[in-house]
């Protein structure tokens, strides 16, 4: 059973307005690719494991915090291993974390 996920709007990040830019290079995800999109304010990327009609449908795996870089195991109703239906309309190009990401490597 999937969960319905009300997704963020990936605004200016879109993969959708990017590749409208650039033709070359895009595909229909397949099983295995792993996507990303935005939750409340959170990274969410889920591993495909169907593409049925501009919708890929597949599990989330990994929720990272836009804050501070952290993964997290749940946010807000959405959980790590849960099943999700991701539209192309809001997959969203992965964020730079910046400063976060580099302090933590450097302690």
């Known amino acids: 059973m999937h969960k319905h996920v009300e ?14 830019q650039d033709d070359g290079g895009h595909s229909d995800p397949g099983p ?4 990303s999109a935005r939750h409340e304010g959170a990274v ?6 169907a593409y049925v009609e501009g919708t890929s449908i597949g599990e989330v795996a990994a929720i990272i915090s ?9 946010h807000g109703k959405l959980a790590l291993g849960d099943t999700v ?3 192309d309309n809001c997959r969203a ?3 730079t974390l ?7 490597d450097d302690d």
């Open 7 to 20: 997704w963020d709007d990936p605004g200016a990040d879109s993969v959708m307005r990017h590749f409208a």
């Open 32 to 35: 295995g690719d792993i996507l």
């Open 44 to 49: 969410v990327r889920v591993k495909v494991e």
């Open 66 to 74: 836009l804050d501070n870089g952290r993964r997290l195991k749940s």
């Open 85 to 87: 239906r991701l539209p």
């Open 93 to 95: 190009l992965e964020p």
């Open 98 to 104: 910046g400063d976060a990401e580099e302090k933590h």
